[in-house]
């Protein structure tokens, strides 16, 4: 049972078969198929951090079905990375991005880590790759390239992302930065206190947030705290799932305990699959979408 703080078909995944999706080759190239994809590279926005040379990025864009101009969603991954331990793309990311894929979106999958030299994050106290820094101009990078192709609408372009990636996804779509063009957000589970400290802070258009009501390693209070603030409220939806934890829309991952998470409240966090939650998220996300990029 879902509770939003303000109101405003899911289709078959195949994820036995998905996940041959591996990390990127050097070169360009396309896999055939229910998964036929492009790698693309672009340059971060981050030459400001770098020295003067730009991170280039690696991203994996999915067509649907037709010729285009497609409206397409951005998905941010979280601390743990894109892919996962064997290389492949991370079940998450893959099941999200088939299924928006099979709704008739473009989808971009952004790898933040890769070409920095880092494979995750969640497990480091002082992270080389942050939200609030690197990343944003990543999601700024992302959007300058879709508006950039000639198959992408580029009026109709959101961004998703979940835990450090819904952390990315506030900051790139706060005021005073790149983030205007996205008509629209999605953020799953993001640690909130960071918005929060700041009173300019609103977004930039319409945003869904889908939070875990046990969630112990970013609890949602800051959010729903954030949410009700003037004028945050206005653009604004949130749903609280009661009984899920952190990484509740992860498919087919039975609850466990996490020790190894520095920046936690306790040190100790349950992780995992809620379905029913997972379910509704879903059928949210969808309405959300179609509400701001088919409307």
Partial sequence: MAFPLRRTALLGTALAAALTLAAPPGARAATAGLHAEEIVRFSSQDADLTGGTPTTLNGRFLRPAGTGPYPTVVLLHGCG???NKSGRVAAR???WALNLRGQGYAVLMVDSFGPRGVDQVCTHSDRAVRA????????????SYLQGRKDVDEGRIAVMGWSQGAGTVLAAYGPGGKGAGFRAAIAFYPGCKSPLKDSSWQPEGPLLMLLGGKDDWTPPEPCLELANREPVKERTEVIVYPDAHHGFDTPFTPLRKRSDLPNTPTGQVTVGTNEAARKDAISRVSAFLAERLRG
């Fill in 81 to 83: 990375g894109l892919y």
């Fill in 93 to 95: 990311h893959l099941d």
């Fill in 132 to 143: 609030t820094v690197e990343r944003k101009r990543d999601a700024w990078a992302a959007l």
